[in-house]
């Protein structure tokens, strides 16, 4: 089997092949699916049921049904991670759930879904492999009214679980959690995602701690919410867009990641609907129409960063002799930050420069104030074809990757966009004056 995805898609494990058949749910349906994975074949099941069924929106319990029968394509496939959701599923039959107690019907007001799965089967979540799934939902209560249940299902299963959202939804479910809150990985997201290139390491860190063969684990990462800068939100979207290649398909993680519909713009919620495969919103569960995959990442890396907004101040890199680290500190003091934020932005600045001048011989460097920092931008006539630079973890990338790693650690923010008209990194520090 050939597949779309670069080889940077695939940063570590082994791609499991995974095969459904729909005879299998549908009976006399003929069709038979295999992909990297299971939302890779979910993708492809939702396109057939929609067009060959008529499920447009085909309800929670069929898509639970398809993936409990989606298995690697290997036939020796041992038990692997199917759990019932109900420990009790005589005292529950799946057809036609009753619509919520608010009698609007269906998650959306309209009518409830008529549930066409057979009483006999029962829930079952299948939790082989790597799951991004955009969750919406209406306020507080709405919030921890998803969240909750996913936390405490996933704690009585044993399996691993980090929370990564901000104030005040990060207090509420420790609340709401009460005793559970002990047993869960928390991380403010105000404070992790403050420079969005820091999250996927820390989601590559607790997967390879705690996931493995047997071992799923859960997460809850939101890294927009309403009141971020418009800048960070531009990189997070980035970020959860890198989100479906970071992660291998074969790692068992699930991942929900939370928008409040009630407080982001239509163009947010738009975005989140092209970096995520799946929307999730209340018992509605379907693929995303919009869903851009790679191709979406590309369009956003290669995508140019906005023109400096004031004056800019040009500073010749000096290969042999170093000059531009003291012009870059005495720049920085001027505007305003503390010497230590002033030798941070001058040591990014200076790994990243030099790698690009290795590369391609000729590097531009130019320094400006907004209202909200002083930024830097680092430019060179080379491309970059990897996007997730920076944001590997890894210190054995390439030089170029290291030293944008080293900038994320250095930096508020680090901005990367490369096309054919060549590389722009742009680095933000928020202190002293600038800063205000």
């Known amino acids: 089997?050939?597949?779309?995805?670069?080889?940077?898609?695939?940063?570590?494990?082994?791609?499991?092949?995974?095969?459904?058949?729909?005879?299998?749910?549908?009976?006399?349906?003929?069709?038979?699916?295999?992909?990297?994975?299971?939302?890779?074949?979910?993708?492809?099941?939702?396109?057939?049921?929609?067009?060959?069924?008529?499920?447009?929106?085909?309800?929670?319990?069929?898509?639970?049904?398809?993936?409990?029968h989606t298995h690697p394509l290997c036939p020796d496939r041992g038990r692997g991670h199917l759990r019932l959701v109900d420990p009790h599923p005589g005292q529950h039959d799946p057809v036609g759930e009753t619509a919520p107690a608010d009698g609007r019907g269906g998650p959306t007001g309209g009518p409830a879904h008529a549930d066409p799965v057979p009483a006999a089967v029962r829930r079952i979540r299948a939790?082989?492999?790597?799951?991004?799934?955009?969750?919406?939902?209406?306020?507080?209560?709405?919030f921890l009214t998803t969240m909750?249940?996913?936390?405490?299902?996933?704690?009585?299963?044993?399996?691993?679980?980090?929370?990564?959202?901000?104030?005040?939804?990060?207090?509420?479910?420790?609340?709401?959690?009460?005793?559970?809150?002990?047993?869960?990985?928390?991380?403010?997201?105000?404070?992790?995602?403050?420079?969005?290139?820091?999250?996927?390491?820390?989601?590559?860190?607790?997967?390879?701690?705690y996931s493995g063969p047997g071992r799923p684990v859960r997460g809850i990462g939101e890294p927009i919410w309403a009141g971020r800068r418009p800048v960070d939100i531009v990189e997070s979207q980035l970020h959860e867009a890198l989100l479906n290649t970071a992660v291998a398909p074969d790692t068992p993680l699930w991942l929900l990641?939370?928008?409040?519909?009630?407080?982001?713009?239509?163009?947010?919620?738009?975005?989140?609907?092209r970096s995520h495969p799946v929307i999730v919103r209340g018992n509605d569960y379907r693929g995303?129409?919009?869903?851009?995959?790679?191709?979406?990442?590309?369009?956003?890396?290669?995508?140019p960063l906005p023109?400096?907004?004031?004056?800019?101040?040009?500073?010749?890199?000096?290969?042999?002799?170093?000059?531009?680290?003291?012009?870059?500190?005495?720049?920085?003091?001027?505007?305003?930050?503390?010497?230590?934020?002033?030798?941070?932005?001058a040591v990014a600045v200076h790994e990243i420069?030099?790698?690009?001048?290795?590369?391609?011989?000729?590097?531009?460097?130019?320094?400006?104030?907004?209202?909200?920092?002083?930024?830097?931008?680092?430019?060179?006539?080379?491309?970059?074809?990897?996007?997730?630079?920076?944001r590997t973890g890894s210190n054995s990338g390439t030089a170029r990757d290291r030293a944008a790693g080293l900038a994320n650690q250095l930096c508020d923010l680090v901005q990367i966009r490369s096309n054919p008209d060549g590389t722009t990194a742009r680095l933000h520090i928020r202190s002293g004056t600038a800063a205000r």
């Not at 407080?263 to 989140?272: F, H, I, P, R």
Request: hydrophobic share 40%.
């Open 1 to 68: 089997m050939t597949s779309s995805r670069p080889e940077w898609a695939y940063p570590v494990g082994v791609v499991t092949v995974k095969r459904f058949a729909c005879g299998d749910v549908i009976p006399g349906c003929a069709l038979v699916v295999t992909g990297a994975g299971d939302q890779s074949v979910l993708d492809q099941v939702l396109a057939h049921a929609a067009a060959e069924h008529g499920m447009v929106n085909p309800p929670l319990s069929l898509l639970e049904l398809v993936m409990a």
């Open 127 to 142: 939790h082989e492999s790597y799951r991004h799934e955009c969750v919406l939902y209406g306020g507080l209560d709405d």
């Open 148 to 209: 909750v249940p996913f936390i405490r299902d996933g704690l009585a299963r044993e399996e691993p679980v980090m929370v990564a959202v901000a104030q005040p939804r990060l207090r509420a479910l420790r609340s709401a959690l009460g005793p559970d809150a002990d047993t869960v990985r928390f991380a403010d997201m105000a404070d992790l995602g403050a420079n969005p290139a820091r999250i996927i390491p820390a989601w590559r860190d607790f997967t390879q701690r």
């Open 257 to 273: 990641c939370p928008y409040d519909t009630t407080t982001l713009g239509k163009e947010v919620l738009a975005e989140a609907h």
């Open 288 to 303: 995303s129409t919009s869903y851009g995959g790679t191709v979406h990442i590309d369009t956003l890396f290669h995508r």
């Open 307 to 345: 023109d400096p907004a004031g004056p800019v101040t040009g500073i010749v890199f000096d290969r042999d002799r170093h000059r531009h680290i003291e012009q870059l500190i005495r720049h920085a003091r001027t505007a305003g930050l503390p010497p230590a934020d002033a030798v941070k932005l």
């Open 353 to 390: 420069a030099a790698a690009a001048y290795h590369d391609t011989g000729d590097v531009r460097i130019r320094l400006w104030t907004d209202r909200a920092a002083l930024l830097c931008d680092i430019t060179d006539p080379g491309r970059i074809t990897d996007p997730m630079i920076g």
